[in-house]
């Protein structure tokens, strides 16, 4: 969540927002936050419509807003990282350098693929999502590892072969969210997520097949409760979706679920960011000259 600072020009990151008070009289907006009590202008909101929940507005938001919240749904993933010593999938054995698939048959829980990188090893990165996801975030760690990389062998006509055997698999589920806010806030995150970590922490390949299963930590699970994004059944957006962007007097709205593209994807959040910026500079328009002699003196305290 950003704030936008006219009075003091400070930037406070790591703080939890728990109330935002709009003081109509004063032209004053009030933040309550885990670390301190913060007054601007205006606020932009940048965060999935069910975490504005959490949220308290004094006054209330108006009930579309609410509504929005209260019916989205939070997507739910896992991410299956299968690393190998070669990139099998370079040497299809049918000629085609393009996934093979029967029509109308899935040969596993993936979704998408990616090709990526992982410690100088080739590596294949798969999205479970959705249904599957809840579906397959009850099996043991090694009989999902076992379903992904069987499928990206069939996929490229390797099975039973070596060298679609990855040396490492890790799996990551956003599948079960954290809903009690938990004790630590934002100030005491470690600064590198555990999944960064747990990475640079893979032992040497091993002969046999090693899985890791990256519990997500509360604070990351509390914190966006899902993965990637808000959803929302139908009828919701066609009845109340114009409040997903309309600005609720000093508090606008911008996060990836307000983008008209790219919507659920980090492109959505930084473009919904700058059309967010872009109306609060608008609405400060009027005071333009007070602004601009704040950012100089701002400035000049650097
Ligand atoms: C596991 C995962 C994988 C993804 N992979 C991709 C990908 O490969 N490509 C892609 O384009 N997109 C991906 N996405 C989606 C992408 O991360 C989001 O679309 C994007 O981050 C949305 O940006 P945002 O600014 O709207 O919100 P966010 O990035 O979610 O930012 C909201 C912030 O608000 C904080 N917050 C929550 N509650 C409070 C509170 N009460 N007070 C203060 N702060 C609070 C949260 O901690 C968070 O930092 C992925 C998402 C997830 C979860």
Not at 41 to 50: C, G, M, W
Request: charged share 15%; net charge neutral.
């Amino acid at each position: 969540m950003f704030v936008f600072f006219f009075f003091f020009y400070r930037i406070v990151i790591a703080a939890t927002v728990d109330l935002v008070v709009v003081v109509a009289a004063e032209n004053v907006v009030t933040i309550d936050t885990s670390r301190s009590v913060l007054q601007a202008r205006r606020v932009v909101v940048a965060l999935s419509p069910s975490l504005v929940l959490d949220i308290a507005f004094d006054p209330p938001l108006p009930v579309g807003r609410q509504c929005l919240g209260q019916h989205a749904v939070m997507g739910c993933a896992i991410k299956v990282f299968c690393v190998y010593r070669k990139a099998f999938w370079h040497e299809h054995r049918s000629g085609s350098k393009r996934p093979h698939l029967a029509p109308g048959v899935i040969p596993g829980p993936v979704l998408n693929i990616f090709e990526m990188e992982i410690n100088q090893q080739p590596a294949l990165l798969g999205l479970i999502v959705g249904d599957f996801a809840r579906e397959m975030s009850q099996l043991p760690k090694e009989t999902l590892a076992c379903l992904v990389m069987h499928q990206y062998a069939s996929l490229f006509d390797h099975v039973g072969q070596a060298d679609a055997i990855p040396d490492h698999v890790v799996i990551r589920r956003w599948t079960q969210p954290t809903l009690t806010k938990p004790t630590d806030d934002f100030s005491h995150a470690p600064l590198a997520s555990a999944f960064v970590t747990q990475f640079a922490k893979l032992p040497p390949p091993p002969n046999a097949l090693s899985v890791t299963d990256i519990v997500v930590d509360a604070l990351d699970s509390f914190y966006s409760r899902g993965c990637y994004a808000n959803v929302f059944p139908p009828k919701v957006l066609t009845s109340v979706g114009s409040s997903l962007m309309q600005p609720v007097g000093r508090v606008h709205w911008a996060g990836t679920e307000t983008s008209t593209e790219w919507n659920g994807h980090f492109e959505g959040g930084a473009s919904a960011g700058k059309r967010a910026a872009i109306e609060v500079l608008h609405a400060l328009d009027s005071s333009t000259a007070e602004t601009m002699a704040g950012a100089a003196q701002a400035r000049s305290k650097l």
